[in-house]
């Protein structure tokens, strides 16, 4: 395996002889698209004779029910785990299916690929957005909490789901520890009835961080509890935020390492993004709104704008400017660098997997850098 950064005056023919590759395999593995024009600075996998894997690692992915059953199905072969997106719940611990369509199809699919369907729970109410009065409600009620337990206990065996993923987030600090007590409870339960229990964890770098994101979760207590835990290391560039890496591995770093103080390695899994941002310039908070992009559209908006990909060192993400109809644009994204420099992380860490938000747009070639590297775990 090799990737390969295209220089000023690159082809896909001239890339490929240089190499010894494939031209058509370079093309189908970088979903380059006919007349497979090149972006300076952009980053293509080379498929080689020899996988680098050099140890086994767990795999999940987020989905909503409304994916492409062509894309779940590329997809599925690289996964251990299979997150739908998402039961939420009422006040009273009345389990909400989720409201972007049924789910059923993606079980049965990912029973067929061997893969752990898995039911993940967020504190949605009936309006679909984060509800922390849902969280504080629930915990700090025994009645409501052993009847959402119920039902999901229920809608899991009807269903065919093998575990459960509990993503909540803006917990109040206040109901901190009853929210550790709720997993606990939820995690003991499972475990009797041949289930297993995670937690989404806000990227935390320290036990005291203040913040809506942080107060609410108690990292060692939910490792401890947990069957495992995925670190939510994505989102520091984010829609309305100011131009920036959305996981910086600077900052990706320090969460592990915070992390592994509280939790063991073995349990934890690294969040990955599967997208990227388009900011307009300048920059006005409270304004602007980045769009959201998949790493392959990127690539073609700098093809498309003569734009160069440059890639931060602190970073190590890819960016672009651009100007379109006389307003400027700054974009981060995804490549197989950026990939890359995760997955050496995972290696150098001794995690025990990762968890990409979201699957819903498919990125070849980050599959096949995943499956140069590592072993999937089924």
């Not at 611990?93 to 990912?110: F, H, S, V």
């Not at 409870?185 to 203040?210: C, F, W």
């Not at 992009?293 to 003569?306: E, K």
């Not at 981060?332 to 990939?339: A, G, I, K």
């Amino acid at each position: 395996m090799e990737i390969y950064v295209v220089k000023p005056g690159d082809t896909v023919d001239s890339i490929a002889l240089n190499l010894g590759a494939d031209t058509e395999q370079m093309i189908y593995d970088n979903q380059l698209v006919y007349p497979y024009e090149l972006a300076v600075g952009q980053a293509l996998f080379i498929a080689g004779d020899r996988r680098n894997a050099t140890r086994s690692i767990f795999v999940s992915g987020y989905a909503y029910p409304f994916i492409s059953p062509w894309v779940l199905e590329q997809t599925l072969p690289f996964l251990s785990e299979l997150p739908v997106f998402s039961y939420g719940f009422s006040a009273e611990g009345e389990l909400l299916p989720p409201a972007y369509g049924d789910d059923t199809w993606m079980i049965t699919q990912a029973l067929n690929f061997g893969v752990r369907p898995i039911l993940t729970l967020t504190p949605f109410g009936a309006d679909g957005n984060f509800n922390n009065r849902l969280i504080h409600s629930v915990v700090n009620n025994e009645e409501y909490k052993a009847n959402l337990i119920q039902n999901l206990l229920e809608v899991m065996a009807e269903k065919g789901y093998q575990g459960i993923d509990i993503d909540f987030e803006y917990i109040l600090a206040e109901d901190r520890d009853a929210f550790t007590a709720f997993v606990q409870d939820v995690a003991e339960i499972m475990r009797e009835n041949g289930y297993h229990t995670s937690v989404a964890l806000a990227p935390k770098t320290s036990s005291d961080q203040k913040g809506l994101l942080y107060e609410g979760k108690d990292y060692r207590a939910l490792g401890e509890t947990a069957d495992h835990v995925l670190l939510m290391t994505y989102e520091w560039g984010y829609t309305y935020g100011p131009p920036m890496a959305v996981a910086p591995l600077n900052q990706v770093r320090r969460v592990v390492e915070y992390a592994l103080t509280q939790i063991p390695a073995d349990k934890i899994d690294l969040g990955i993004p599967n997208y990227g941002y388009d900011w307009p310039l300048p920059y006005v908070r409270g304004t602007t709104k980045a769009a959201t992009i998949n790493n392959v559209q990127a690539v073609r908006i700098a093809v498309a704008n003569g734009a160069e990909i440059r890639f931060d060192d602190v970073a190590e993400s890819p960016y672009f400017t651009y100007s379109d109809n006389g307003t400027e644009h700054e974009v981060w994204f995804e490549d197989v660098r950026s990939l890359l420099a995760k997955f050496e992380l995972i290696r150098e860490y001794g995690l025990r997997g990762c968890g990409y938000w979201q699957i819903m747009q498919w990125f070849r070639a980050n599959w096949l850098l995943l499956r140069d590297q590592f072993f999937i775990l089924k």
